[in-house]
């Protein structure tokens, strides 16, 4: 029996007709924002999605809906639905709700949706002929309803055996996707870079936009402008990268500007505003290495409580 599902989940990754024509059943533990996300783009794409199971039935009965598939009421039925199944649940679920799964799940291929946990949190998969993955889309996902439509243009960061591997990078390269495969132990540096770049620029823009409505701005005001701003200087490191792209007092070396700067922000902006600094000045040094930023550095580490 172990040997017949192992022979058509080879034959199904082997053949792309049978890719196009939905052989793989893949099935979600976990019916929120990136599995819902998730399972409407593979169906949006003609994969074959069994459905959801969760611990809430009425999370899964309106992923089921969303993505017009069925609505599993036990692991064990989604299980068994699935050759392929999807651990969608929060980071910190994933181990507990696998050693709820693992008594039923053998010859599978099992994944999970985390940047931050690699493959190996499916403690003793290969035990029972199962293969691991981590299967991260590199996106915001911030809407069950709407993120998937963004799912085209994003990276899918994958990590696992190596039985199946190159095979689930081609399923998302034809697709349309962009992929890149990692190793396990990169995982928790890769899911922080992710960190810095999506969420930590939220709070920096925050901080713009507060700064903004002391001025006067209403937020909305204020959010518009400073979009501008900002997305106009991503688009330069894009063409550019960052040390091309960086402008600013910092990088002219206008330590009177700074100093103003960080004498005027309450205490907890300044601290960011100074942490900051200390990466800029990095940066401003590689784009004038003959420019000497001794000064800049120490008005930037000096206290100002």
């Known amino acids: ?8 989940i080879e034959a199904a990754f082997e053949r792309r007709r049978c890719i196009q024509l939905n052989c793989i059943r893949i099935g979600f533990i976990g019916a929120g924002r990136v599995g819902v996300s998730l399972g409407k783009y593979l169906k949006e794409k003609g994969m074959n999605i069994s459905g959801y199971y969760s611990q809430s ?6 992923a089921a809906e969303f993505t017009n598939t069925t609505h599993f009421k036990s692991l064990q039925e989604v299980i068994a639905s699935s050759d392929m199944l999807l651990f969608t649940v929060p980071d910190n679920a994933i181990s507990k709700v696998w050693e709820e799964a693992k008594p039923y799940v053998s010859n599978k291929i099992i994944g999970h949706c985390s940047g931050l946990h690699s493959s190996k949190i499916f403690s003793d998969s290969g035990s029972n002929e199962n293969y691991a993955y981590s299967i991260h889309p590199l996106s915001a996902v911030s809407s069950k309803e709407s993120s998937w439509k963004e799912f085209p243009n994003i990276l899918f960061t994958l990590e696992g055996d190596e039985k199946y591997l ?13 992929t890149r495969i990692i190793s396990a132990d990169n995982k928790i540096k890769y899911h922080a870079a992710a960190a810095l770049s999506s969420n930590y620029m939220t709070a920096l823009f925050y901080m713009a936009q507060e700064l903004f409505v002391q001025c006067g701005f209403d937020e909305k005001e204020a959010t518009e402008e400073l979009y501008v701003l900002a997305k106009g200087n991503l688009e330069n490191i894009l063409k550019m990268g960052c040390v091309k792209a960086l402008t600013g007092p910092l990088e002219r070396n206008d330590m009177e500007t700074v100093k103003s700067h960080i004498e005027c922000l309450e205490p907890k902006m300044r ?35």
């Open 166 to 178: 190159t095979k689930i990078e081609e399923m998302f390269r034809r697709m349309g996707n962009r």
């Open 1 to 8: 029996m172990i040997d017949e599902m192992n022979r058509t």
């Open 271 to 305: 601290t960011v505003y100074q942490s900051n600094a200390d990466y800029l000045i990095e940066v401003a040094s590689k784009k004038h290495p003959d420019r000497d930023y001794t000064s800049m550095r120490q008005i930037c580490e000096k206290s100002y409580i």
């Open 57 to 62: 039935p009425d999370s899964a009965k309106s």
